[in-house]
DNA sequence: ATTCATAATATGTGCGCACAAAACATGTCA
DNA sequence: TGACATGTTTTGTGCGCACATATTATGAAT
């Protein structure tokens, strides 16, 4: 049948193909790699390289001794970038600010305590502030940062350097979750927006950790108009 | 220095730690593969997968010739799985339904004829649909398919499977764009979605193509309360 | 100085091999 | 019957090699 040798992208394009054009079913069993390998007219490690992506790409699933499955629930797989704020207003051409509107040490609230995966209090740093776009409100930032994962934060000048950016430079995290959801603005978001009270704005929720400990929870209210979409 | 031989993951997490730690700052180039791989004392190709996956984390960039650096703008890269609608209302563990509001073949707004990139008009099947969860509303989409495209559709029965699925198993893509904001419910939407009027929801527009050849886009309009968030 | 062909270099791909590790199947023993 | 050890099967990882490909650097010719 074949002849010419198969790239990884051939081997992965022909198998997305027969699981995208019903050939193969959500379920279905694939031939393993070396019977593929065989047939495609390739190594194994070729095939590998394709499984690989198509089950990054979320399209089948491999488990060792159990082989490979079309995924039996199809779904749309989509990556966005989060940038550093500071970063995207940059990129948008627009000159970049920032107000420090609170910063306070305070007990966590039950909800942050839920969100970090924690069952005791924690003691944490609150810094609400603003970004701007050519000096119009951009996000709208209510952080908590677990001081006892992150002390060294006390000591940064917050007015200087964002808590967004100084955590991104200088945290790394291993686990790291995001929420999108609608909110409507109350009043006092409103002022701060520039907003319409009640109107409709987006907001990222952010949650990090290192290991096992928190770093830090952010509830980002996104300017109205405000839209994510996937990268390029 | 080092002697036991490292797991591609042991050279990724090294490299990711030099990263995060500043030891590397935005913008530095690495050494190249081979060296790294002499250094920590294992084979290129193992080094070669360690990068891969921190290319695709958008933790480095690489290029033939140009080397390995350090990605200039950090980013967090999120991955979102959206599922089949009814998989989605299913694994909540409630009962899902669909109602066909509408359903017309109608000449594409001008706002769907830019959303699939395209010039010249297009024939489009505008659907109308609210998919259910334990016989509240979920989501309401309007959706817009591109017949010439897509002229299967037409013979679909619509009442009975939603076009979201028919569309998902059917019609393989091999582009999709992804977007998500807040509106606030008009009138009509509220009732619909049995919402306050003005209530804040978050919408996820997607566009999906075949090669260069548009698909459908719709604009999903979610129930209050909804959230969307990265798969675990 | 500018343009263009050419060389040098780092990453990308492919192969074949060997062994590791997970997961499922089987059979033994109580 | 049930728990547990053992074997089998399939994917995962690692290595070393050769060559492909993209991109930058170099230098010649105008």
Do not use: K
């Amino acid at each position: 049948m074949a002849e010419a040798r198969r790239s990884w992208r051939e081997v992965r394009d022909a198998i997305r193909a027969d699981i995208l054009s019903g050939r193969l079913s959500p379920g279905d069993r694939l031939p393993r790699d070396e019977d593929l390998a065989r047939r495609l007219n390739c190594a194994r490690s070729t095939v590998q390289r394709a499984m690989q992506d198509l089950s990054q790409a979320g399209l089948v699933e491999r488990r060792r001794r159990g082989g490979t499955r079309v995924r039996p629930d199809p779904v749309t797989r989509a990556t966005f970038d989060i940038p550093i704020t500071r970063h995207e207003v940059e990129a948008r051409g627009a000159r970049y600010g920032h107000q420090l509107i609170r910063a306070a040490e305070l007990p966590a609230p039950p909800a942050v305590v839920a969100a970090f995966d924690l069952h005791s209090p924690e003691r944490t740093l609150y810094v609400e502030a603003l970004h701007l776009a050519d000096g119009r409100p951009y996000i709208l930032e209510e952080r908590w940062i677990a001081t006892r994962t992150v002390p060294e934060i006390r000591a940064v000048d917050l007015t200087r350097i964002s808590a967004n950016e100084w955590l991104v430079l200088n945290r790394p995290y291993s686990r790291c979750d995001l929420r999108f959801y609608a909110i409507q603005a109350d009043p006092r978001v409103a002022r701060l927006m520039g907003a319409a009270p009640g109107a409709a704005l987006l907001v990222i929720e952010r949650t990090t950790w290192i290991g096992s400990e928190p770093i830090t929870t952010v509830r980002a209210i996104t300017a109205p108009g405000y839209q994510l979409q996937t990268r390029t």
